[in-house]
């Protein structure tokens, strides 16, 4: 098992090379770092002073000295601000400058820890998990339960959208193909047929995504923002953002409700088959 970055050394020495070890790691970092905004700023032909002036642009410069001793080696740190504001001048996503996806076979994401780069960025985006030695898997289920959630959420309202598409295809006419009324030899009945399974399919839809943003609240999370055209339709369920426990609202969801009961069952079919074990979950 490979040495967590912050377990306590058990002596002044093994303390000292800890810290060490762990200054070298940050400046490592901050190296594949500075490669990566010189790798995509003469990708995209920019000179320092041009992306500088594109930080500028976006309401947060990035001196060109910075950019510069950065890419020489001359500077051994780099900010989260500085990360986001470089990524959106370079128009990258942010991870693509902390994980060298197809430019190195490896990254180092903790102190002596090293991983394919897309696994690094599976870690970055809550997907995965490194195997370090204070690692709980616990710790890791809960601090990833609100990006769970909010998947959930989209997967719910894109499957509402689909059904809404549907019926808009059912109800005119000239859109109709053999795909919807192959089955049926009187297409007015075979579209009137469908038309009515649609319908259900929307109202149990809606009737799920309903029931995930209240457990959403209890969980005490944010709800996520909803499409124009369905923020009518469930605007009764929301709250004020958050929730806030109460008598009445403490015992209309519980705090744990089995996903299960709370998904259409092909996506809940669909989530269970996709969730890797605890094992699989690690970066090896």
Known sequence: MEQAYDA???SPQGRADAESTGSDWAARVTRVVASQIKYWRLRRGLSAK????????LGFRVPRTVIANLETGRRDAVGVAEILILAAALDIPPTMLVTPIGLQEAMEVLPGIEVPPWLGRGWILGARHPDYETFSHAGWQDGRRAIALYDIHRLLVQEHRRIQD???RLTENDSLDGDDLGLFEDSRRGRTTLLHHAVQELAYSLDRIRQHRRLIEAEGFLLPVLPPGLSVDVRGSESTGRHHADETSATDVPPQVPASTLLPPVLFDELKSRAAGPASDSMK
Do not use: C, G
Request: hydrophobic share 20%; charged share 45%.
């Open 8 to 10: 306590a050394p058990t």
């Open 50 to 57: 041009q992306l500088s002036d594109r930080t500028d642009d």
């Open 166 to 168: 549907r019926i808009k």
